[in-house]
């Protein structure tokens, strides 16, 4: 079964957390976006794998040129909002709004339909599932936010693992991968995770949700292909889960697509996988 590539297409200073906040502060850090993502673009066409580009939308209207060059490369556009505001956070009508200025900019730049959607910082969970209602009313197909896990960051453990439809319609929400080990569910999802764990560890996971007959649902943001990117005092624990083990990431990154066949979410969603909510 073909599993899902996904990339978070935004800045360091936005997958930052103590800077992804600070909008105002944005225009005065070092913008390294674009040659990031040409990085990760290259390990793709390299490896024949098209992916889901999730575009902020402060980036398509800084750099259209860069989005567009991603659509023409024939991965899928979708939208990861338009600053990086938590969903948990937002009022519904602020979010609505956020997402009408994502999707008007990550539209105009790609020229392409705008179908998916992923919350910054993986969060909509248990306490903002209002927000999945607003995503189709706003005409979207499909969600990637939520996370069946905890961590001190985000989390809803209790979702279920695999696709599902959480608006009892044609709504799907594709989790991010996990795997269940003493009734716990254990995050195998790319981006960090997939820096700070064995490699070997890393790809028996994905092996067993491959055994389980689902697709796996993996991230990566560009700059985790940028380890020369600023380090503005961050706290200890960006130190761990921005900075870690970097340089590891274009290496894995190449690792897995030899090992595992990848392409976007909206292959999934055509092709009518049967979401069972296991």
Known sequence: ????????????YQGLTSTSQQVRRWPEL???????????????????VKATFFVLGY?????????RRVAEGGHEIALHGY????VSRQAPDDFRAEIQRGRRAVAAASGREVLGYRA???????????????LRQEGFRYDSSVFPTRNMLYGYPDAPRFPYHPL??????????????????????????????????????????????????????????????????????????????LKSTGKRLSALLRDFEFGPL?????????PNGG
């Open 168 to 245: 009892d319609d044609g709504f799907v929400e594709f989790p991010l991968s996990t795997v269940r080990v003493l009734g716990v569910n254990l995050p195998v999802a790319g981006g960090f995770y997939l820096r700070v764990m064995p490699y070997r560890l890393f790809r028996w996971g994905l092996h067993q949700i491959e055994r389980e007959g689902m697709p796996a649902v993996l991230y990566l943001h560009p700059w985790e292909l940028d380890p020369d990117h600023p380090r503005p005092a961050p706290t200890l624990r960006e130190r761990f889960t921005h900075y870690y083990n």
């Open 59 to 67: 980036v398509a209207e800084q750099h259209p040129d860069l989005v």
């Open 83 to 86: 600053h990086h505001y938590r």
């Open 266 to 274: 909206a292959e999934l969603l055509h092709n009518g996988i049967s």
């Open 1 to 12: 079964m073909r599993n899902a590539l996904t990339i978070d297409l935004e800045d360091w």
């Open 30 to 48: 070092e913008d390294r976006v674009v040659d990031s993502t040409e990085r990760l673009l290259a390990i793709l066409e390299r490896a024949a």
């Open 120 to 134: 910054p910082m993986f969060s909509i969970n248990r306490s903002a599932l209002w927000a999945l209602d607003i």
